[in-house]
């Protein structure tokens, strides 16, 4: 599990395995979004095998399962309220940490400059180029 920084609050990986949930929790981590759906894959965990993990560990998760491609303006708007209402650090994961960071960015049109988006998503690794047009409507 590798996590790749956006902002101070948030991070976003890959799928993750509910024993990496002790360590988010050592290392801070308050509260995870799950962007992946069930079933999306043979061997992915469930979202409660997830659920119960964080529990144990004292962590929120919120399950938004978004399909890859399909992002709708409900899912981004959903994601920022979690951003907004989930205690920080959060983690937020899909199966390669690309539709949480597509999610982010979306959330954050309007409310911060493009190039400053395209930038946090570049050094994490994610490549949200394709994503200006929808960008730039929310200006």
Known sequence: MELHKL??????TGQIEPGD???????G???IICNRPDGEASGQPGFHELEQ?????GVQIV???VVSGQIGEDDVKEFDQALQSLP???VAFCRSGTRSTAL?????AGKQPIEDILTAAREAGYDMRPLIPRLQMHR
């Open 104 to 108: 982010w960015s979306l959330s954050q």
């Open 63 to 65: 399950y938004q399962p």
């Open 7 to 12: 902002t101070d609050e948030l991070a976003v």
């Open 88 to 90: 920080k650090p959060i």
């Open 21 to 27: 949930i002790s360590e988010l929790a050592a290392q």
């Open 29 to 31: 981590i308050r509260a």
């Open 53 to 57: 993990a964080a529990r144990e560990h």
